[in-house]
């Protein structure tokens, strides 16, 4: 019986004490090779027969009789990876559009087009897709046009999806700018009670509720969407020197044209201890072509794809902008060159009235589609919050508008009014005493010269890649009767 005690007591603390070396020692598991991306897969210098996984989607499929051929793209890069593998690891599942994973060795092609390729040992679907059914077809190019009733789908095309990394790069960029330059990144508020623009193209946020109360609003006073961070960056242009920032904007403005969105992006500064227009425009001027050189330098596959087959001749009309110095004409100077022109325009240019879209791109023309800078406004044409130049009896100013090839108005800013009296008096005149009451402490404590300046982001890409519609270079586009998504 004691014999019988002890091989049982054995087998019982057999099963705790393999338990207790497994939490103790883990488990060898099957290495799982490294994942890559697409993009350094191709850039792999010298690939030496590493076993890899790569994820993403099928652009191409071509099975021949002794190898399977597959280009998958996982939208790193323009450029599709070629999988090479034995017809055996192919299915019905294996389509134009489908998901996968694929694990094999990275080897140097044999072909002159491609660097490297993928022999696969392993190919799963992970996500089918009807090729019948799936409204992007293999090899066919479609018009931006076409692809803008998918707002879910478009982003699959090789066009956006390019415009979409460029996009990503040039936002990349502008930070990197703005920090390099010693800028205090600040994040503006989308909610307001401000309408900097004074324009009343504004949309109300109120609380979605079936019982509403009469006469309260949820913040106590009418609150907007933002039409611009410039009020809250003069705040804190107070306490920084130098700050920027780069978000949503929103404008109740009722046009289908081809360069206003209801939603963009804009990227504003603001400068203290600023007292001219060129210091400025020196900042505009080198913001956009040091962005733009970065997105030529990181993106240029993709800008290539675009100047030739969505904007042919663009490239040399970018070239001329980077190496050209931006010109400088006052806004009387451009009333007189429009009032001289051979062209019949729609509005008719008069001094006193606003520049037009066809005024605009009139103006670059004549400039020999270099970007211009327009100073100088009629004082009454502009918002209360820019500086009077006191030049009667024209009476302006000190605005900038600089206006590129293509677009138009890119760039919009200012010195902005830091004589107390001088906007009192404005802010009398318009009744706006006690709305802007924080604005004029600003002037009575601790106030100094300054200005700034707004970029619309999309008109921003619409110039470099020649889009002629601003509805392709944003991801999901908001324009009056659209909002979809």
Same mark, same amino acid.
């Given at each position: 019986?004691?014999?019988?005690?002890?091989?049982?007591?054995?087998?019982?603390?057999?099963?705790?004490?393999?338990?207790?070396?497994?939490?103790?020692?883990?488990?060898?598991?099957?290495?799982?090779?490294?994942?890559?991306?697409?993009?350094?897969?191709?850039?792999?210098?010298?690939?030496?027969?590493?076993?890899?996984?790569?994820?993403?989607?099928?652009?191409?499929?071509?099975?021949?009789?002794?190898?399977?051929?597959?280009?998958?793209?996982?939208?790193?890069?323009?450029?599709?990876?070629?999988?090479?593998?034995?017809?055996?690891?192919?299915?019905?599942?294996?389509?134009?559009?489908?998901?996968?994973?694929?694990?094999?060795?990275?080897?140097?092609?044999?072909?002159?087009?491609?660097?490297?390729?993928?022999?696969?040992?392993?190919?799963?679907?992970?996500?089918?897709?009807?090729?019948?059914?799936?409204?992007?077809?293999?090899?066919?190019?479609?018009?931006?046009?076409?692809?803008?009733?998918?707002?879910?789908?478009?982003?699959?095309?090789?066009?956006?999806?390019?415009?979409?990394?460029?996009?990503?790069?040039?936002?990349?960029?502008?930070?990197?700018?703005?920090?390099?330059?010693?800028?205090?990144?600040?994040?503006?508020?989308?909610?307001?009670?401000?309408?900097?623009?004074?324009?009343?193209?504004?949309?109300?946020?109120?609380?979605?509720?079936?019982?509403?109360?009469?006469?309260?609003?949820?913040?106590?006073?009418?609150?907007?969407?933002?039409?611009?961070?410039?009020?809250?960056?003069?705040?804190?242009?107070?306490?920084?020197?130098?700050?920027?920032?780069?978000?949503?904007?929103?404008?109740?403005?009722?046009?289908?044209?081809?360069?206003?969105?209801?939603?963009?992006?804009?990227?504003?500064?603001?400068?203290?201890?600023?007292?001219?227009?060129?210091?400025?425009?020196?900042?505009?001027?080198?913001?956009?072509?040091?962005?733009?050189?970065?997105?030529? +330098?990181?993106?240029? *596959?993709?800008?290539? @794809? =675009?100047?030739?087959?969505? $904007?042919?001749?663009?490239?040399?009309?970018?070239? #001329?902008?980077?190496?050209?110095?931006?010109?400088?004409?006052?806004?009387?100077?451009?009333?007189?060159?429009?009032?001289?022109?051979?062209?019949?325009?729609?509005?008719?240019?008069?001094?006193?009235?606003?520049?037009?879209?066809?005024?605009?791109?009139?103006?670059?023309?004549?400039?020999?589609?270099?970007?211009?800078?327009?100073?100088?406004?009629?004082?009454?044409?502009?918002?209360?919050?820019?500086?009077?130049?006191?030049?009667?009896?024209?009476?302006?100013?000190?605005?900038?508008?600089?206006?590129?090839?293509?677009?138009?108005?890119?760039?919009?800013? +200012?010195?902005?009014? *830091?004589?107390?009296? @001088? =906007?009192?008096?404005?802010? $009398?005149?318009?009744?706006?005493?006690?709305?802007? #009451?924080?604005?004029?402490?600003?002037?009575?404590?601790?106030?100094?010269?300054?200005?700034?300046?707004?970029?619309?982001?999309?008109?921003?890409?619409?110039?470099?890649?020649?889009?002629?519609?601003?509805?392709?270079?944003?991801?999901?586009?908001?324009?009056?009767?659209?909002?979809?998504?």
């Amino acid at each position: 019986m004691k014999g019988l005690f002890t091989m049982w007591a054995a087998r019982a603390l057999l099963p705790r004490t393999l338990r207790a070396y497994c939490t103790s020692v883990p488990c060898p598991r099957p290495t799982q090779p490294p994942k890559v991306s697409i993009r350094d897969a191709l850039v792999s210098q010298n690939p030496n027969g590493e076993n890899v996984k790569v994820q993403g989607w099928v652009r191409s499929v071509r099975s021949q009789k002794e190898v399977l051929f597959l280009h998958i793209n996982d939208g790193s890069s323009l450029e599709h990876l070629q999988i090479v593998a034995d017809p055996s690891l192919g299915s019905c599942d294996l389509t134009f559009g489908s998901s996968v994973e694929i694990q094999g060795i990275l080897v140097k092609s044999p072909y002159k087009k491609q660097n490297v390729e993928l022999k696969a040992d392993k190919i799963e679907v992970i996500g089918r897709c009807d090729p019948q059914t799936f409204p992007i077809k293999y090899k066919e190019r479609f018009p931006l046009e076409y692809i803008r009733q998918y707002p879910h789908l478009r982003c699959r095309i090789n066009a956006l999806g390019s415009i979409l990394r460029i996009r990503s790069e040039a936002t990349d960029a502008i930070h990197s700018f703005f920090k390099a330059n010693g800028y205090i990144h600040i994040h503006t508020p989308v909610i307001t009670s401000n309408d900097c623009e004074g324009a009343g193209e504004l949309f109300q946020v109120e609380r979605s509720s079936k019982v509403k109360e009469p006469g309260k609003n949820f913040f106590d006073v009418p609150a907007f969407l933002t039409v611009s961070a410039q009020l809250h960056l003069e705040v804190m242009s107070g306490a920084f020197t130098q700050v920027f920032t780069f978000g949503p904007t929103f404008r109740a403005e009722n046009s289908q044209s081809r360069r206003h969105l209801a939603e963009f992006y804009m990227v504003e500064a603001e400068m203290s201890f600023v007292e001219s227009l060129q210091d400025l425009m020196q900042v505009m001027e080198t913001l956009f072509k040091t962005t733009t050189e970065t997105v030529l +330098s990181n993106c240029p *596959e993709d800008v290539e @794809l =675009l100047h030739k087959f969505i $904007a042919p001749g663009q490239k040399d009309k970018l070239e #001329q902008m980077l190496k050209n110095k931006f010109l400088i004409i006052s806004y009387t100077e451009a009333i007189e060159i429009l009032k001289k022109a051979s062209q019949n325009f729609t509005f008719t240019p008069k001094w006193g009235l606003d520049l037009q879209t066809e005024h605009e791109k009139y103006l670059v023309k004549y400039c020999g589609d270099i970007p211009v800078f327009v100073i100088n406004y009629p004082f009454d044409l502009k918002p209360f919050y820019m500086r009077d130049n006191e030049d009667e009896p024209q009476h302006t100013v000190a605005a900038v508008d600089l206006l590129v090839p293509g677009v138009g108005e890119l760039f919009g800013g +200012s010195l902005r009014e *830091e004589r107390f009296h @001088l =906007l009192q008096q404005r802010l $009398a005149r318009l009744g706006l005493i006690d709305t802007y #009451q924080w604005y004029l402490d600003l002037r009575q404590f601790g106030s100094v010269p300054h200005g700034g300046f707004g970029m619309g982001f999309e008109r921003y890409l619409q110039c470099i890649l020649g889009v002629d519609n601003i509805r392709d270079v944003i991801p999901f586009p908001r324009f009056p009767h659209s909002c979809l998504l």
